[in-house]
């Protein structure tokens, strides 16, 4: 390996890709101490100012309520649909688990633009238009798959060996389950909560269909907002939301190690 | 996807309970059937069907959405218009991808699962956000067009046209070009470059004639991912066209939302839905190409 060094030329074209990469992620924490009225870069004043508008504007704030409270009933119902469904399919091998298996990942295959298009139509006619039920069965409709995918893999991984002991031993299936598989499971679980959390919590395309006037979630009135004015409220919203998403990745990465989870 | 699948599917174990495993099955049935069989059927349908005025739709089936849509100028250059935009952004985000994934794989240690979560994080930020960044950088009162103006260059316009939807979706593809291009990456072993260059190839024909054909399935699959989801990008060209880059999907959306023609909108999405299928299909004619060698 030692003498395959990476010229330096080459050294700096990957940095200024690594630049160009991370760059709009980055400009938006200057942006958010804006003291401007208007978008603009480098900022002529520093202030707080658009935090301070963040925290008044009921309108961005009740998104952000709503798009906390059906990330949560999402990513609690994305586990208890997904594991017994990976349960049918890896451990009960039910006739035709594989055709199953592709049936119910086949969603993330489709652009959501035309899953977003066809669930409108759909739920114009079932008056789940503008409604949260109808948003959380849109963003299941979308985080079931990953759901079942991680939880296939972390479940097909696991030694039978134990659930035999404890079946022979005497427990009854449902007990092994319980007392044995799940335990076993646990990092697959929480892999599969913090995933179907954080693209229930980022969907926009399905979400900006499905979401009424009067119930909207926070991406969708970033974008709207983004879309009429250009000021640097957004900015304040998006470092507050990268500092989020920061905290999540790094407490699974304290915990389950974050390549291991999100890199196979 | 299909060989990942087949690793925990292999242990066949007692034959299911059958009653117990259609229980199991049932709510994700469900979800499936209501949110994805259902919807999609009936929006192939819907591009059969006629459009009624104030957003009807009526009973007769039809041929006159395709008909309308392929005999219309304004649909043949917004169908050709995407795909050459696709195809642009695909060529670029290879080129700025690929000497990433080329340091990231030849990286070890620490320094490479650093730099890999550095690729991986922009996914997790929302695609909103950083197009939003992007219009900040590229604004007439961005820190691009300042410094261009600085330096006495003229500043092209480098928002509210194709230009800047192509500079922001490039980015935004960045990582899944880099983790598709490292997942081809596998046969690519130094030590075969070192061979090349220690029998006196040049660094450039090594490139040519040792890495570069040993990277080609990623390259295949790193576009055709990137293809793709360029063409159903509807956030940053919505964003950062301004309204005025007409594309398939913010056209889908627009006639979904605005027109309410429900019929041509649903047409639109199934011709999408062809072009990735045809994506497809030169993908796999182009692996089978690298295959033969």
């Known amino acids: ?264 | 996807m299909t060989a990942g699948t087949a690793t925990f599917l292999e242990p066949a174990k007692r034959r299911g309970t059958g009653n117990v495993a259609v229980a199991l099955l049932l709510p994700i049935a469900l979800v499936n059937a209501v949110g994805f069989i259902w919807p999609i059927l009936n929006l192939a349908g819907l591009s059969i069907r006629e459009a009624l005025p104030g957003g009807g739709i009526g009973e007769n089936f039809t041929a006159a959405n395709w008909s309308g849509l392929l005999g219309d100028g304004f649909y043949i250059d917004l169908i050709v218009n995407s795909l050459v935009v696709s195809l642009t952004i695909t060529l670029l985000t290879l080129l700025v991808s690929y000497p990433i994934a080329l340091y990231l794989h030849r990286a070890t240690g620490a320094w490479k699962s650093f730099l890999t979560v550095l690729v991986i994080s922009p996914l997790l930020t929302s695609a909103v956000v950083r197009t939003y960044g992007w219009i900040a950088l590229l604004s007439d009162t961005g820190p691009v067009v300042k410094a261009m103006t600085a330096l006495g260059i003229p500043a092209p316009r480098l928002m509210f046209n194709t230009t800047g939807v192509v500079i922001g979706l490039t980015e935004i593809l960045m990582p899944y070009m880099i983790l598709a291009l490292m997942a081809g990456f596998g046969r690519l072993d130094p030590r075969v470059e070192e061979a090349a260059s220690t029998l006196g190839a040049r660094p450039f024909a090594v490139f040519r004639r040792v890495v570069l054909p040993l990277t080609a399935p990623g390259i295949a699959l790193g576009c055709l991912l990137c293809f793709v989801l360029a063409v159903s990008s509807f956030i940053t060209p919505k964003l950062m066209g301004g309204g005025r880059v007409f594309l398939l999907a913010t056209e889908i959306y627009d006639q979904a939302i605005v027109t309410l023609n429900w019929p041509l909108a649903a047409t639109l999405s199934v011709l999408v839905l062809v072009i990735f299928g045809a994506a497809l299909v030169l993908y796999s004619r182009a692996m089978r190409l690298l295959e033969q060698g």
């Open chain 1, 1 to 264: 390996m030692e003498n395959h060094q990476t010229s330096l030329p080459m050294k700096i074209v990957v940095a200024v890709l690594f630049l160009f990469l991370l760059a709009p992620v980055l400009l938006v924490f200057p942006i958010s101490f804006s003291g401007e009225q208007i978008l603009s870069f480098p900022p002529e004043s520093w202030s707080f100012r658009w935090y301070a508008a963040l925290a008044n504007n009921s309108q961005m704030m009740s998104a952000f309520t709503t798009s906390l409270g059906l990330a949560l009933v999402v990513t609690v119902l994305s586990l208890a649909i997904g594991i017994p469904a990976a349960y049918a399919i890896v451990r009960l091998k039910v006739a035709g688990s594989q055709i199953w298996y592709n049936l119910f990942t086949a969603p993330l295959l489709l652009p959501t633009i035309v899953l977003g298009l066809a669930i409108l139509i759909i739920f114009a006619s079932t008056g789940l238009l503008g409604t949260f039920t109808g948003l959380v069965i849109g963003h299941l409709v979308v985080t079931l798959p990953y759901a079942l995918r991680v939880l296939a893999v972390s479940l097909g991984n696991l030694e039978l060996a134990c659930e035999e002991a404890a079946s022979s031993l005497g427990a009854k299936p449902l007990t092994v389950v319980r007392r044995v598989t799940l335990p076993m499971m646990a990092p697959g679980i929480v892999a599969t909560a913090v995933l179907a959390f954080l693209v229930s919590f980022d969907e926009v395309v399905i979400t900006m269909f499905l979401a009424g006037p009067r119930l909207t979630t926070l991406p969708v009135a970033l974008f709207h907002h983004v879309e009429s004015q250009a000021d640097p409220l957004v900015a304040s919203v998006s470092v507050l939301l990268v500092l989020l998403t920061l905290a999540i990745v790094l407490v699974v990465d304290r915990t389950l190690g974050l390549t291991r989870t999100f890199v196979k």
